[in-house]
């Protein structure tokens, strides 16, 4: 009686603007570099890309059967190679009906069934009607399960949700110029092949009238970071719009999106770790925001490693809002500070890096000689690295907090720690001094915490406490244990 | 307090002995190095690797007997340089890094110590351990050695060159406590 069935047509278009959105990146590069003067090759390369991926996503759509049969969901799909893939109904723990931009625009939705278990297998229905996806929903639940699921949500959930006027400071103050500012002068580096230099100049001492005498760079430059934070500021709030967060018993819940919401279910026990980020723009505001680094269900969509567990927060409520989501990361750690003498390798390091940008500055830019000012940020941040750099320990919590350019700081639990390593190089051994990394889980492959120029003991101490043996001779930590290096 | 194994010392190299593990949970609390035959192996593949070095005097070479305009001076330059080079790496970094490599397994942990330049000091709890591999190139065999690989859910990390039985022992070693720390659990 269940026949296989094909989704709704439109699943074609999703398919296509998946394509297209995963190599987003590729075909502008193309776009820019192949819309020369004389030839526009590139134009034609987008333009094939796309329809080859039209017609990748019709095939793909045709490809494409689910059907219900003994209560086990049977999705067959692929274009050459036949991917068959079956889940029962036992098996299956969340059915997830979500509508997309293009979804809501034929009035379709799209089912996303997960199981869990190690091997968390996972499907997706692109685009159904919703009374198709109802009927499918009706047939893959058991029968216990969604009552209780129910009786959880309506008991014990808190939830916290994003105020508008937190949602717009939120936007304001992202600091996530790296991206949008290399897209935009990308743009800006083909525009004097449309429009000439001189038109150009007298846009902008007509955009700028002071400007005149400052030279054509910097106005340029000011423009470039004007339209990056735009960009920067309608991408949060389209991303984190309606942000929801709900506690609950076993796992987290995140909603978000303006276009197309998100949803995100997060276990406890997948959780590898917490990042407090000080964003560039928050950190003099005193508001930061919070990820989640999980690790052992992976999303399709969005693979699951950095998840924004809450997107502003003011950084003295910070500690409350752990104690109340994951209270099992709130702890009170005595930090320990590089020593003294790491002072001049933190500056040291930060005039290399300076230099990297002076140097060919002073040699090929005119007047880029003004560019040794840098070294004057140079120095500060270089300060505010050796000043933040953090790491301490409570029980089974340690705490490593550091500063590249925004400070950040990772709670990680002992028992999700992959591995931990100190390296220590001629010109370290010299002071006494050692860099410390940190590895967990997230997504399929791991993230790493480091702090720099710890001293030697110090480093030694915390790689030691990782080791499980560390826990049954607690008491010997302070003891000095640290001679097998030598 | 400390005890030294003696199936891990250099006395042991009989190839196809197998070895009981009960009993063996408070194993090595010694930090272990490489075998010295490992040496031997990566200064093959080490010459290998620097026979690139060499297409700079050849090609000087080849400039000088076909076109004079370059003097034997550069000539000479170049092929010092690449027996320098060379000489470095072919004896010098295998010596040195046979030195500093150390490793140590426990029942709570793999403790690895190694680097040329930068030494680094590495600790995996074994309970994080996912799998254990050995692993075995051409090099390596004709020297009876070879590599264990540990990989956890979001590193990997390679004890090289250890002598066959060695290898083995290390690897079903690991396995063992690892998944002995699990069932602790």
Redesign the interface.
Known sequence: MFEPRRQHPVAGLTQLLHILKENWITLLILFFVGTGSESAWGIYAVLGFTVLSAVGGVISWWRFTYQVEDGELQIKQGIFVRKQLYLSRERIQVIDISAGLVQRVFDLVSVEVKTAGSTSKEAKIDAITRTEAERLKRLLRSEELPKEDEAVKSETSKTYKIGIKELFLAAFTSGNFGVTLSIVGGAFSQIDQVIDEDRMLRFFEWLIPASVGVGLVFTTLLFVVIISWLFSIFGTLIKYYDFTLTVKDDALLIKRGLFEQKQLTIPFDRIQAIQIKEELLREPFGYASIVLESAGYADQQQSLNSTTLYPFLKKVEVQQFIQQVIPEYNACVEPVNPPFVALRRYLLRMVWVSLIVIVPAWIFVPYGVYSLFLLIPALIIGYAQYRDAEIGISGDTMMVQWRLLSRKAAIVRKHRIQSAETKVNPFQRRLGLMNYTLTVASGSGGRTFAIRELEKETGNQFLEWISPASTKQKESFDTDQNSIID | MREKLIWLTNGFHSPGSTFDFKGMINSQKE?QTLPSASKKAWRINNSLWSLPIWLVPGYVGFLYVFNAEVSIWILLLTVIGAIFLTALFVFLLPEIRWKRWKYRV?E??I?L?H?I????????????VQHVDTRQGPILRSYNLGDVVIS????T?KIPALSEPTADQVRSEISTFARK?KDDV
């Open positions: 930090q426990d709570h942990e403790d110590e680097g330049f930068i030494i680094r000091r590495t600790l995996i709890p074994v309970k994080r956890t859910a979001a590193t990390h720390a």
